[in-house]
């Protein structure tokens, strides 16, 4: 009797020990409640590069959806959950190679095929394998244009898309985003397209072939998903330069944005989004290796006879730098960093000193200056970027100060785009974004891909000749504890996708009490522009030996 009493208490024991560490919501949890579970972990995966890198985070969301249809293999969730498990399969088969995941896709697509034939999933499933779908007892209509393959597809992808959930959207993903605008920037060789919005949304692009057969030309496009299209925004842009025939934006879907670039030609183009506010780049860049204008040609010629020319002329086609971009940081609505004094802000004391480096830089170098502002106008950070290539600059030199919640941190550095590499450079850069040190990581793990067509090695080169030039020059005009921070890097949204040497200078600490009062005194802001151009001539110097030969040469006095 003893031993059936023990008996009975371990059994007891077993049976709460199961129930208690049961996880709950699978005695709660619907098929639709695990569908939009699955959903979510998609989602989440989809935001991040960095979890898309490794195979178990695929696996984890794949698990999800098969869990939708396990749990009742006859409902209405089944044939989606299969449909996601296979669609995942898919995407990591392009990002794994492996032949097993290809095959797991296939094998999902497939069962919905025999098993829900009236499904919505039926078709879709059936076009992603390449075979035709379980014949229905609709007409099938004649072979046409219209009722091409990508017809067919169009077709499909509306009714799949009409889930079977009747809930609304907004209930499951949050209020949907808006898209306020498309800009654009272009000359021959570069465009850059922005897509605004409201607020951060996931999104898609893809690349779409030339189709002779419905007249479609070569096109790029982005689905922004749980997102709307502005109701006053320009949906139609033409931009007609030598790569792009125009931009247009369209409500896709009920809950999705497509814009469209309509391609002439290009060599290659990178998409990419930053944050604070988000928006959308795309950058596309023809071939630079173009035969040169014929008005280069005819300079070029003129340089044969070196009499023929100005020296000036002589000396700026030598150089090989001809012109140079200086961005003064912030401005309008944008104030900067507050200055220790009261009253003194970094959009105006950097105005002023990106205008006396522009003077200098015409009088000493004999370049052209073009500034991306002369006034006390807001500018995007893509912007400046954007002005910088549009114009071909041969030189990018982004304007700031410094700030600290430290009062006591002083000194000068120079910046050029790559991975941070300390903490205060991440900070530094944060700051200059207008954004989180976190976006500042999100954006790391994609910098690598960014940064191909970058000039990191003569940014980092012109960035070390400036840094120290300015140290240099400070100290010798009697200025004490000028501090030289060095050259760093950071990812600064102004740098992303500059086709030139670029660098950003943090010329001062403007949260320093000493060093405020020393930027807003003219004499110490012309040291600082003749130590920035002092480091700008011995980069050019050092990339083209003979550039101020011909100059010297002929300044000389005859007899």
Known sequence: MGNYKRFIMSFCLICCFVFITWPLESFADTAEDKYFKAEACYRKLKKSVRKQKYRENWLACIKKFQAVYRHDPSGKWAAAGLYMSGNLYMELYKRSYKKSDKKEAIDNFERIKKRYPKSAYNEKAAMLIKKPATKQPATKEPATKENSYSEKKKAALKKIRK???????????????????????????????????????????????????????????????????????????????????????????????????????????????????????????????????????????????????????????????????????????????????????????????????????????KCEVIMTRNSDKFLTLEERTAIANTKNADLFISIHTNANRDRRAYGIETYFLNLATDKDSILVAAR????????????????????????????????????????????????????NKGVKQAPFYVLLGAQMPAVLIETSFISNQRECKRLINSKYQDRLCEGIVFGIKKYIKETNPTAFIRESTQSKPKG
């Open 163 to 365: 889930k079977v959930e009747k809930k609304p959207h907004k209930k499951h993903f949050g209020k949907s985003a808006t898209v306020t605008g498309l800009r654009f920037w272009s000359n021959p060789n570069y465009t850059r397209v922005v897509i605004d919005t409201d607020k951060e949304t996931s999104y898609l692009y893809h690349e779409l072939k030339k189709d002779p057969s419905i007249k479609k030309p070569q096109r790029l496009y982005v689905d922004l998903q749980n997102c709307l299209l502005g109701k006053n925004i320009e949906k139609i842009i033409p931009i007609n330069d030598d790569l792009l025939s125009g931009a247009r934006a369209g409500q896709y879907t009920k809950d999705s944005v497509r814009v469209v670039v309509d391609i002439k030609s290009f060599k290659t183009y990178k998409v990419f989004s930053l944050k604070d506010p988000f928006r959308i780049i795309m950058d596309m860049w023809g071939d630079s290796a173009k035969s040169p204008k014929t008005s280069d040609l005819k300079v070029r010629n003129k340089i044969r006879d070196p009499k023929a020319v100005s020296g000036s002329l002589v000396k700026q086609l030598s150089l090989g730098v001809k012109r140079i971009i200086i961005d003064p940081g912030h401005g309008g609505r944008d104030y900067g960093a507050p200055g220790r004094i009261k009253g003194v802000h970094e959009k105006k004391i950097v105005l002023k000193i990106a205008q006396k480096l522009a003077r200098k830089i015409r009088k000493e170098l």
């Open 432 to 483: 200059e974004n207008a954004t989180s040190t976190k976006n500042i990581s999100d954006l790391q793990i994609i910098l690598n891909d960014l940064m191909q067509n970058s000039k990191i090695n003569e940014s980092s080169r012109l960035a070390g000749y400036i840094q120290e030039s300015m140290y240099k020059h400070l100290k010798k005009k009697g200025y004490s504890r000028i501090k």
